[in-house]
């Protein structure tokens, strides 16, 4: 007979290990999403196998690494909210929708990690990912172009 200590017990237990089997495969759902989502949307280039998994695995942690919201941003996030110009134009409630402005911004933070611009956009030359782009670390412009011979 089981007593109620030990299903207590297992009961929480099958719980925490639940717990920690969603966290890891939603990780991995997550960054296996993302390059289905790259590979999809950008099919008409070459893409670096290994490129695309690397910025997988960034991006996964720059998403599920975000920091708690400090006080600017949350009295940003309240304001805008308030602001009947932002519901009219930039919010969206459909669904696709959503899913498509999601998918647009990974593929130009993909472009923007890559060095796709820095070839002049050939869409003939092979994608390499460089490193993950992040607009608030300096000097990291896609844009900008090496200095040859000064």
């Not at 991995?28 to 695995?57: H, N, P, T, W």
Request: proline share 3%.
């Amino acid at each position: 007979m089981i007593s109620r200590r030990r299903l207590i017990v297992g009961g929480v237990g099958a719980v925490g290990a639940a717990g920690l089997a969603v966290w890891g495969l939603g990780r991995l759902g997550f960054q296996m999403e993302v390059a289905s989502i790259l590979r999809r949307r950008l099919g008409f280039l070459k893409l670096d196998e290994a490129g695309v998994r690397a910025f997988a695995k960034d991006q996964t942690r720059a998403t599920f690494g975000r920091k708690i919201p400090t006080w600017n941003r949350l009295r940003y996030h309240l304001q805008a909210a308030r602001a009947s110009s932002f519901k009219r134009f930039y919010r969206s409630t459909g669904a696709r929708s959503r899913m498509g402005g999601f998918e647009d911004a990974l593929v130009a933070t993909y472009l923007l990690s890559s060095d796709f611009f820095w070839n002049g956009s050939d869409e003939s030359r092979k994608v390499n990912y460089v490193a993950y782009y992040d607009p608030l670390r300096p000097c990291n412009s896609p844009f900008a172009r090496p200095v040859v011979g000064a």
